[in-house]
Each structure stands twice: as structure tokens, then as C-alpha cells.
């Protein structure tokens, strides 16, 4: 029996992909929620063979909670399911240990194949998001340019990046007018959204 963990902040697909895993045979459904951070801890409490985790959550996304149970529970493998395909995401995904990674758009039967595979060690990608994935850009930012806005993510100024990156502010504002010019906005608040986009924070 593979028991399967499921977190996804709308209710009516979580209900759904539930009523959708408890009709097939050797899969039980241990707990299900709504938060990235219940998942996590429900995980480490049930220790279930796979968490399917939806990427966007409350709490911690599910790259976030991803990365949380490759380091504390490496027995359970995890599938990411989004609307939001970005390669950039994918990329991340990889890097944070996923084994699988699946469009909200999947059939439904889809999902409890992905399931038994990861659990049986094998590894699924939709094959679009792959293709997308392969042909997208490298991010063209320098790892400290990087830093400098994920440090302005939330809106921090200035002098409170550069007293935490420990950079003079001068060097800050150069990280992040390079940072706009080479992805091509306006200002600091939409490169970190783009970059965000694309996978790349």
C-alpha cells in the first residue's frame, strides 16, 4: 500500500483528488490539507511513501516544503502539481529533490500512475514542461545580484538590504539597476516579480 499525503489550498480540489486516489487499488490517502507547512509536519508525524503538494500554498509553497522533506523525511518522495508550469519552477523542483512534477491539467488517472512510479523510485516530468523547460533562457543574473533581490522581495529599503547582505548601499542600488536593466523592467519590485517567474528567486 503506498500511502500518499495530499496538500492543496483550494478545498474542492483537494476533496476531489481524494475521492479521485481512494478508488485506486494500493493507494490510501493518509491526511490531507491546505498549507505548505501542515504538510510538512503532517509528514514528518505520518511519514507517508509520497506527498503530492501543490506548488502555490499558504505557509510554504510547495517548492518550500519540497526542499523541508528532502532534508527532514528523505524516505518520501514528492510530486509537485500546478497550473503554473514555468521552467523556471521546474528547474527548482529538480534541484529541491522533486521526483515528480505534474500539470493541474493532467488527466486525472494521471496522477495515481505519477504516484506509483515516484514511489517505485522512478522519476515523471511532463513531457511539455520538460521541452519548455530545455528550450528557456539562462538566468543572465550574477549570484549576487540574486541575493540583492531576493533580499528586496519584500519591499525592504535600501540600507536595510545592504546591512543584511553586509554591502555598502551604493553597491546595493548597482546590483539592482543591473539587476532591472538586464531583465528588461522598470524597476527593482518588477524584476523580483520576474525573476520569480521564471524560477530564478
Not at 487499488?25 to 504538510?39: K, L, Q, T
Not at 505557509?59 to 522533506?69: F, H, I, S
Request: hydrophobic share 50%; glycine share 10%.
Amino acid at each position: 500500500m503506498i500511502r500518499v499525503l495530499l496538500a492543496d489550498d483550494h478545498l474542492l480540489i483537494r476533496d476531489a483528488l481524494v475521492l479521485l486516489l481512494d478508488t485506486e487499488p494500493g493507494i490510501e490517502v493518509v491526511a490531507d490539507v491546505g498549507r505548505g507547512d501542515e504538510a510538512v509536519e503532517r509528514a514528518l508525524a505520518l511519514k507517508p511513501d509520497v506527498a503530492v503538494l501543490d506548488l502555490d500554498m499558504p505557509g510554504l509553497d510547495g517548492l518550500a516544503a519540497a526542499e523541508r522533506l528532502a532534508r527532514d523525511l528523505p524516505g518520501c518522495q514528492v510530486v509537485i502539481v500546478t497550473a503554473h508550469g514555468r521552467p523556471g519552477n521546474l528547474r527548482r523542483a529538480m534541484s529541491a529533490g522533486v521526483r515528480g512534477f505534474l500539470g493541474k491539467d493532467a488527466p486525472g488517472a494521471r496522477l495515481a500512475q505519477v504516484i506509483r512510479q515516484v514511489a517505485g523510485g522512478a522519476r515523471y516530468i511532463d513531457p511539455q514542461l520538460a521541452a519548455d523547460a530545455l528550450a528557456a533562457e539562462e538566468c543572465p543574473l550574477t549570484p549576487r545580484e540574486l541575493d540583492t533581490l531576493r533580499a528586496a522581495a519584500d519591499g525592504a529599503p535600501v540600507a536595510r538590504i545592504a546591512r543584511a547582505l553586509g554591502l555598502s548601499e551604493g553597491t546595493v542600488r548597482n546590483y539592482l539597476s543591473a539587476a532591472v536593466t538586464k531583465l528588461g523592467v522598470d524597476n527593482r519590485h518588477a524584476a523580483v516579480r520576474a525573476a520569480r517567474d521564471l524560477g530564478w528567486l
